[in-house]
Structure formats: C-alpha cells, structure tokens
Nanobody, 115 residues
Framework: QVQLVESGGGLVQPGGSLRLSCAASGSRFSGYNMGWFRQTPGKQRELVATITSGGTANYARSVQGRFTISRDDAKNTVWLHMNSLKPDDTAVYYC?????????WGQGTQVTVSS
C-alpha cells in the first residue's frame, strides 16, 4: 500500500503561485504513476496533471502552460508547481498514486485563489 500526504495549499491572490507537495510512504514509489486532481463542491473530481513512472507528464487543457508536475523518486515526492493562478483554480487538490489494480488518494489540500 501507499500512503499519501499533501501539503502546500493556502490562500493566494490571482496571478500568484503555489507549490503543492505530496509525500508518499509504503510501497516502492518509483513504480507508480502519480497525479494531481482537484474538486470543488458539487462537482466531480477532475484531472489536473499526471506523471508516469517514466517521467512523462500530461496536463488538463485548463492548466497547460501554467502548472508543472514533477517527481523525485529518491525523495518519494511529487510536486505541482502552479503559476498564474486564477479564481477558477480554487479547489481541494488531491494527490493520486496508481498502477494496475492499485489506486490511492491523499486527504487533499485546499487552494483558494482570491483577492
């Protein structure tokens, strides 16, 4: 199993930046594909960005060019660097680890973009 703990959320003004961190423990981290998702009240959880075990990243169109996902397998950590934040980016952000037959979630961290 994998345990995931997110951190780095908070309140930021529009146009600002935040870096979210997800620390993993348990099974071998390097074998998992990792992702960041977000959810607002009354809406489904949506994909923000993913990074494969091999390091290939993909992004939702809404964050392309503003967000960057990265990972360091030696530190068992994945990050989401968020720039040019907009009020529409306000959500609870969740870290995800997955591979065949396995899927794990963190508890989430709140990001609020507001002036």
């Amino acid at each position: 199993q994998v345990q995931l703990v997110e951190s780095g959320g908070g309140l930021v003004q529009p146009g600002g930046s935040l870096r979210l961190s997800c620390a993993a423990s348990g099974s071998r981290f390097s074998g998992y594909n990792m992702g960041w998702f977000r959810q607002t009240p009354g809406k489904q959880r949506e994909l923000v960005a993913t990074i494969t075990s091999g390091g290939t990243a993909n992004y939702a169109r809404s964050v392309q060019g503003r967000f960057t996902i990265s990972r360091d397998d030696a530190k068992n950590t994945v990050w989401l660097h968020m720039n040019s934040l907009k009020p529409d980016d306000t959500a609870v952000y969740y870290c995800n680890a997955h591979k065949v037959f396995e899927n794990y979630w963190g508890q989430g961290t709140q990001v609020t973009v507001s002036s």
